[in-house]
């Protein structure tokens, strides 16, 4: 059974690597592995090496505590929230994101405003 540490760290990579559009096989390259490899950390199967993040850290241009991020709170807000406990696994959600930062900000602004509206109303 994989550690919850390594399924973070892996749905992080694989959120990181959907928002800036790059395919495993385009990462795999960049660090110098095979895209099963890159399948295989994602989904938590195996654990990713200090040296292995580092690479996977550069590539996808964050620093290595962004896979880290969120990692305490995952535990005390189990169960407390009305968002899924794997937004970034769901394509379309991914999806959203990536075509939210795509906006102007200023438009992008009043989406938000209006999101919040429309989620108040429900």
Known sequence: MAHPVDVHVGKR???????????????????????????????????VSASRLWDISDALEVPVSFFFEGLEEEGKT????????????DKEAL??????????????????????VLSDAA
């Open 13 to 47: 990579i694989r959120h990181r690597r959907w928002l800036i559009g790059k395919t495993q096989q385009q990462l795999a390259e960049q660090v110098g592995i095979k895209f099963q490899q890159i399948q295989k950390y994602e989904t938590g199967a195996n654990r």
């Open 78 to 89: 189990a169960g407390k929230s009305s968002v899924p406990d794997d937004l970034m696994g």
């Open 95 to 116: 999806d959203l994101v990536r075509s939210y930062y795509a906006i102007p900000e200023n438009q992008r602004r009043r989406l938000f405003d209006l999101a919040r």
